[in-house]
């Protein structure tokens, strides 16, 4: 007999219709993620909720890559590089917006979050403060003037111009070991003699005397200096003239009788330009006094003659023909000095002299008594101090005088 199913069969709680069953017990909450989407797939909701959940990612990337270069790059960019990459490329207008205090706090702390750090570098360059002070160079091995100045950021003319009492108006007289001074800008260094004004010397610049007071490495005090055309300023003050011009340069200079013949020293007893007078036969050159043996130093890279012994007022002979271009004092050491220049650039040099016979552009001969021995200048006794020049460069005499 075929087994009939009852007609009322009784149905499991879980095998309900969910329909007829509203009325009965709650829906049941999913209990993981594949039953959430699947009950989001039934009520179609699928392709939005991707499209929701694909917007929050690229949020949180957005603003993970925003902390990143906010934290290590940003503080290093400049602020209008910033300004330049957030700026739109086509042109908009911006209307005023009116916002709240809370709303202004907010943009601001948004604003310091993000923004340029105002921390300081550890590698941040400080702008040196202008120099106001002379300094002193010494020239190395390949140095020129134009090398020189440069490296320093000044003009050639100015280096000249401010060195003119060691080098003259010739470029070419650097030597490895040389001393020379570089001023703090353009300019002219001036070594200050007796009976200057600050009006002449101002005038002889083409600058001002309060250009010169008022220049702060200088140390002048106007309430203290006295009457500025004798100005209580000491003999041998090296003061800089700022913006002075000392005239035009020439690089190339000659010295002999068919163009000026002028001292390569600077001082009381220069001599300016010579135009005329006698001419030197040339090496060897004539012992210039009595004694032939020194009574201090020797030529040396810093010390660029030689010392001849000698008693007082012992006769100085000039060691060739030629003209006076140097006559008097000078503050470099020397004392009373004397320069005859022989032509084709060549120069003798006799320093601490007692007394000079021959004056400025005199012609004087071979062998004639030019000067009397003396200690003057930096001088520990008599003695001469003796240099032979070519082109205002230094050499050595023992190399170009009769033995």
Known sequence: MPNNPPSNPVLHPEDEDPVQSDNKQPKRIPH???????????????????????????LILVLAV???????????????????????????????I?????????????????????????????????????????????????GIAGAFGLQPESVMWSNRYTLGALPDALYPGMQIYIPPEDGVIYIWQYGDGLNGVAKNYGVTAQDIVSWAGNKLDPNTIGDWSLPNIPTGTMIFVPNGNAGNVDWLPQV????PAEATSFGEGFCGKITSGAVGTGAPYLWPSTDHYLSG??????????????????????????????????????????????????????????????????DVIRGETVALMGSTGNS?????????????GYVNPWDFLQK
């Open 256 to 259: 002999s009788r068919d163009t």
């Open 66 to 96: 925003v902390w990143v270069m906010g934290k290590y790059f940003l503080k290093s960019t400049p602020a209008s590089a910033v300004a330049l990459a957030s700026t739109p490329t086509v042109q908009s207008t911006i209307l005023p």
């Open 32 to 58: 993981n993620w594949r039953e959430l989407w699947d009950r989001l797939l039934l009520l179609g909701l699928g392709e939005t909720t991707l499209r929701v959940l694909t917007g929050v990612f690229a």
């Open 380 to 392: 520990s006794g008599p003695h001469l101090h003796f240099e032979l020049r070519k082109d205002g």
């Open 297 to 362: 130093y020797d030529y040396t890279a810093i010390h660029h003659g030689i010392d001849i012994a000698g008693k007082l007022d012992y006769p100085i002979y000039a060691v060739d023909d030629g003209v006076v271009v140097y006559d008097g004092w000078n503050n470099d050491g020397y004392g009373n000095l004397l320069i005859i220049d022989h032509g084709d650039g060549w120069q003798s040099v006799y320093g601490h002299l007692d007394r000079i016979l021959v004056n400025c552009a005199d």
């Open 98 to 146: 009116q916002t709240t205090d809370a709303q202004s706090s907010a943009f601001v702390a948004l604003q310091s979050s993000f923004g340029i750090s105002r921390l300081p570098q550890i590698h941040t360059n400080i702008p040196s403060k202008p120099r106001t002070d002379i300094i002193t160079y010494i020239v190395k091995e390949g140095d020129n003037i134009f």
